[in-house]
């Protein structure tokens, strides 16, 4: 299906992005997470095109044919943001409404908050708009998970992950895809582990994979993976004391711009805090917040679990917008 997209090399922020771009009209611009690419927008780039926009998915620094900079501190907050931004000006526009995903949903939540000049609406999916907490995410996860095993503690330690996921990427992303799937039949593989082993240890390698992601789909993100590696996508997680420390107004003011959020009822990111539920109040500080959407029996990949339901949600706000 990647063969069926346009694809462009984009400047933007000293670096470059590889890019699927489609139609013409307001800009949107659709952010992934880990571990993926532009391609899990497949299903949403030509049917937000078709409604008359200009559709911009890049794969985010370090992941598939974008550049790939070295260092931890390439891939903080401020830098990624400013990647963003600069998309917005390689198509001379002032503004773009703003979509993420996982990783990408903070990305152009704290861009909307923190460059609203730029930022013309925001729809977040899977991960809301957290408020500034008195402590770095990481450290919060430290206390909440400490004794245990938990993803984002053991990524911290450059070079140890990138070698478990490489030794066999096909197999790694199999396991991490559907272990965070509607799928999967719990999330314990997640959140309650003890605190030694790597990370796929504890997830299952379904036979066969779920429909939603075919042999073709998988064999996409594995070569993309196996000749970019994992050190920059996993960067990012590293970042989460610099971005607290850098960026003192993130999480610290409102989203003023026309806002949405979607995501799977099954989402693991629901299991990461017990009892708190994230999903309860997404709207507390958005102050033009449009709809909440949350798709029954789907979880962490909603866009690619359940595409008709997303589209309908995305396309619904984009009306709203006019």
Same mark, same amino acid.
């Given at each position: 299906m990647h063969d069926q997209f346009t694809m462009q090399n984009i400047e933007t922020n000293g670096i470059t992005l590889r890019a699927a771009v489609e139609g013409e009209g307001?800009? !949107?611009?659709m952010v992934h997470g880990w571990p993926e690419l532009?391609?899990?927008?497949?299903?949403q780039i030509k049917p937000v095109a078709?409604?008359?926009?200009?559709?911009?998915?890049?794969? +985010?620094?370090?992941?598939?044919g974008s550049d790939k900079p070295q260092p931890v501190e390439a891939y903080d907050m401020a830098t990624l943001m400013a990647d963003v931004v600069g998309l917005v000006d390689a198509f001379g526009e002032d503004k773009a409404i703003l979509v993420g995903h996982d990783w990408?949903?903070?990305? +152009?939540?704290?861009?909307?908050?923190?460059?609203? *000049?730029? !930022?013309?609406? !925001?729809?977040?999916?899977?991960?809301?708009?957290?408020?500034?907490?008195?402590v770095s995410q990481i450290e919060i996860w430290r206390k909440l998970y400490a004794g245990k095993f938990f993803y984002q503690i053991y990524f911290q330690d450059e070079g140890v992950a990138e070698a478990e996921l490489e030794a066999d990427v096909r197999t790694a992303l199999r396991k991490i895809y559907y272990a965070a799937s509607g799928d999967v039949p719990s999330a314990d593989g997640w959140v309650d582990r003890p605190a030694d082993g790597g990370l796929l240890d504890a997830l299952a390698n379904p036979d066969p994979f779920p429909a939603w992601m075919t042999q073709t789909d998988l064999d996409y993100f594995a070569s993309n993976f196996e000749a970019g590696g994992f050190r920059g996508p996993i960067n990012?997680?590293?970042?989460?004391?610099? @971005?607290? @420390?850098?960026l003192p107004d993130m999480g610290a003011s409102a989203i003023?711009?026309?806002?949405?959020?979607?995501?799977?009822?099954? #989402?693991i990111v629901r299991q990461f805090v017990k009892p708190l539920d994230p999903?309860? #109040? +997404?709207s507390g500080n958005c102050a033009d917040f449009r709809a909440k959407t949350i798709i029954d029996g789907v979880g962490h990949w909603v866009q690619? *679990?359940?595409? #008709? *339901? +997303?589209? %309908? %949600?995305?396309? %619904?706000?984009?009306?709203?917008? #006019?």
């Open positions: 307001p800009l !949107v611009i532009w391609y899990s927008w497949r299903h078709a409604a008359g926009y200009r559709v911009v998915a890049p794969d +985010v620094r370090g992941y598939g990408g949903a903070p990305i +152009v939540w704290n861009t909307a908050a923190l460059h609203p *000049e730029r !930022v013309a609406a !925001v729809a977040g999916l899977s991960v809301p708009y957290r408020k500034r907490s008195a990012r997680y590293r970042n989460q004391q610099r @971005d607290f @420390d850098m003023t711009q026309p806002s949405c959020f979607i995501a799977g009822a099954k #989402d999903y309860e #109040d +997404v690619q *679990e359940s595409p #008709d *339901e +997303v589209n %309908a %949600a995305l396309l %619904a706000f984009l009306a709203s917008l #006019d």
